[in-house]
T-cell receptor, first 114, second 116 residues
Framework: AAGVIQSPRHLIKEKRETATLKCYPI?????VYWYQQGPGQDPQFLIS???????DKGSIPDRFSAQQFSDYHSELNMSSLELGDSALYFC?????????????FGPGTRLLVL | AQSVSQHNHHVILSEAASLELGCNYS??????LFWYVQYPGQHLQLLLK????DPLVKGIKGFEAEFIKSKFSFNLRKPSVQWSDTAEYFC????WGSGNTGKLIFGQGTTLQVKP
């Protein structure tokens, strides 16, 4: 079965650089969630999209922005990177049924900021 | 605000021992409950979920969990663990309605180490 695809899998950036993370949801999934997992921590919700519109926003810095495109893939744009942004960034997708959705996670993008 | 608390941060067991990981959540409305597992260096995989119905749910790899509404708990169990169960386990909840949009709130995670 098709899974959530994230690219790149690994990314190394310098401080103050920008990064773009991509997420391709499972086919026919219209909802995408982004989570950040710092070293030894639990995943923290960043932002979500439903039908290409932002549906919820969590603890996402103003330096980050995201969008969902017409083909339902999503991109997380990160600017002015800081050392503390080093983390594993997960994308999850879920299908249309509202209220009883299971989120399926991608393999994550491991970002290292030097 | 919703919150999830996992009682055990680090559990060490011998193979064939029984496992129970505690999870309590705080939320006054209707929630969906999940247990995810994260093997070293890998992504989160769904072990099992509870939406409604029978409060005892069975998942993959012999895991099960029981939802006790009165205790706001969703404990994970396995009768006999294997070395391959060594991983990080996350309890998570989400809610819909009243401004909730399905985002998952995770517990702090429990690291399970199974000794061969």
């Amino acid at each position: 079965a098709a899974g959530v695809i994230q690219s790149p899998r690994h990314l190394i950036k310098e401080k103050r650089e920008t990064a773009t993370l991509k997420c391709y949801p499972i086919p026919r999934h219209d909802t995408v969630y982004w989570y950040q997992q710092g070293p030894g921590q639990d995943p923290q919700f960043l932002i979500s999209f439903y039908e290409k519109m932002q549906s919820d926003k969590g603890s996402i810095p103003d330096r980050f922005s995201a969008q969902q495109f017409s083909d339902y893939h999503s991109e997380l744009n990160m600017s002015s990177l800081e050392l503390g942004d080093s983390a594993l960034y997960f994308c999850a997708s879920s299908p249309t049924e509202r209220g009883q959705e299971t989120q399926y996670f991608g393999p994550g993008t491991r970002l290292l900021v030097l | 605000a919703q919150s999830v608390s996992q009682h055990n941060h680090h559990v060490i067991l011998s193979e064939a021992a029984s496992l129970e990981l505690g999870c309590n959540y705080s939320y006054g409305g209707t929630v969906n409950l999940f247990w995810y597992v994260q093997y070293p260096g890998q992504h989160l995989q769904l072990l099992l979920k509870y939406f409604s119905g029978d409060p005892l749910v069975k998942g993959i790899k012999g895991f099960e969990a029981e939802f006790i509404k009165s205790k706001f708990s969703f404990n994970l169990r396995k009768p006999s663990v294997q070395w391959s169960d060594t991983a990080e386990y996350f309890c998570a909840v989400n809610a819909w309605g009243s401004g909730n949009t399905g985002k998952l709130i995770f517990g702090q995670g429990t690291t399970l180490q199974v000794k061969p």
